[in-house]
């Protein structure tokens, strides 16, 4: 039976066992208890948040920040002002960087390919500089940072700014980490032909640095579907990593920093994999056209219509069963005549435990054409009546 809604509220409606026990996956026995300082988890197929832990903090970010470094050379490629054989000058200023390097020196006109393999695969602080310097605006790597955080506004990373290009400490240069899974998503789905150097495990650039050849991503060789992104340590930021893993249809993109140790980054990294693919499952939750919940209509020849979803509504949710799970549907009522079949009116939200809401469109189930003048006498009568009813106050 479908469930009614009341005019300009939101009421919680209870999908029961008798109801919809068939249909509905369950809420979470308990979450996944990180030990990350901060933490971000999305399933990307289906855009749901598994976990948000300090998300939207902003905190040193170290070398995953190399990844917007990244990101700009990536359009830049895209819009022909690189090309990947095009060799690019080492300054003196990139020369200096120490930490992880790819060794350069101003001798050297380096490939735009091997630049790339050598900031994603080594994570090359130099590498990153010549990248900076070459597509800045004024030609300096501070330059280059400022356009990084106007960019990254564009995208949608509100809680980033860059003092560099390569995650080295430095005051204000700070990210979150629900921006790096922004970052990491804008990542995978507009350069998808670049996305495979990520999944690099060696890159030995010019015989230079042979203790510096390897991918520092640790899933990368653990056949769990792991094919990215970039890890990051400095001592104020510790050790962190943005991830992701594809198994089957479903692609996780996870984010964790603060950790103690490089040996517990890629503990818990493998154990948010391996969570967020077996304690989650899709599911279909209601069919298309399925009664929902009626609308109030105003002026119109019937006075009330169906709210059902366009299609069908998919969820991914907690593997463990569960009788029930709260949703609710939101609309502002009364609708206004006429009402279109396919009219978006209202929307369906379930609430999962520990998760985030999930809303569905529902639309008109049929057409309701305006009324003619006898509905519109006998509503302003309705009108009339309630007013007096209430009193001086409700006739003003």
């Known amino acids: 039976m479908p469930f009614r809604t009341d005019q300009s509220r939101r009421r919680a409606l209870r999908l029961g066992v008798l109801t919809f026990s068939a249909l509905l996956w369950a809420l979470p026995a308990s979450a ?11 399933d990307q197929t289906t855009g749901t948040v598994l976990m948000s832990k300090n998300a939207d903090e902003p905190i040193p970010p170290a070398s995953m920040s190399k990844l917007m470094t990244l990101y700009v050379a990536f359009e830049a490629l895209r819009d022909g002002r ?21 060794f350069l020196d101003t001798t050297d006109r380096v490939r735009v390919e091997d630049l790339l393999q050598g900031i994603i695969v080594l994570s090359g602080n130099d590498a990153c500089a010549v990248i900076a310097e070459a597509l800045s605006p004024d030609g300096t790597e501070a330059g280059f940072a400022r356009y990084m955080t106007q960019r990254a506004r564009q995208l949608g990373m509100q809680h980033s700014t860059f003092s560099n290009s390569n995650g080295w400490p430095a005051a204000g240069h700070l ?17 998808p032909q670049y ?12 015989g230079r640095a042979p203790s510096n050849t390897q991918n520092r991503n640790p899933l990368l060789r653990l056949g769990i579907g792991a094919d990215g992104l970039k890890t990051g340590h400095t001592e104020e930021a510790g050790y962190g990593l943005v991830g992701s893993a594809k198994q089957g249809d479903r692609r996780v993109i996870f984010v964790i920093s603060g950790l103690g140790s490089k040996e517990a980054r890629a503990d818990e990294a493998e154990a948010i994999v391996n969570w967020s693919f077996r304690q989650f499952a899709e599911k279909t939750l209601l069919r298309a056209e399925t009664p929902i919940a009626r609308a109030r209509v105003w002026m119109g020849r019937e006075p009330e219509v169906g709210l059902v979803p ?24 009364p609708v206004h005549a006429p009402v279109t079949k396919g009219q978006k009116l209202a929307e369906l939200v379930f ?13 008109a189930e049929r057409n309701v054409p305006s009324g003619g003048f006898l509905v519109r006498v006998q509503t302003a009568a309705r009108v009339l009546l309630t007013r007096l009813a209430k009193g001086p106050e409700g006739a003003m």
């Open 32 to 42: 996944f208890d990180t030990r990350a300082r901060a933490a971000y988890v999305l």
């Open 82 to 102: 690189l090309t990947l054989d095009e060799r690019l000058p080492v300054s003196e200023h990139a020369m200096s960087y120490g930490g992880s390097t790819m």
């Open 175 to 191: 990210m979150s980490v629900h921006d790096l899974a922004i970052l990491a998503q804008h990542i995978i789905s507009d350069f």
């Open 195 to 206: 996305y495979p150097l990520f999944s690099e495990t060696h890159f030995d650039f010019d």
């Open 310 to 333: 366009e299609e069908d509504i998919t969820a991914l949710l907690p593997v463990l069963a569960s009788n029930d799970v709260q949703a609710e549907v939101v609309y502002t009522g």
């Open 351 to 363: 609430k999962p435990e520990g998760m985030g809401e999930l809303r569905f469109p529902l639309v």
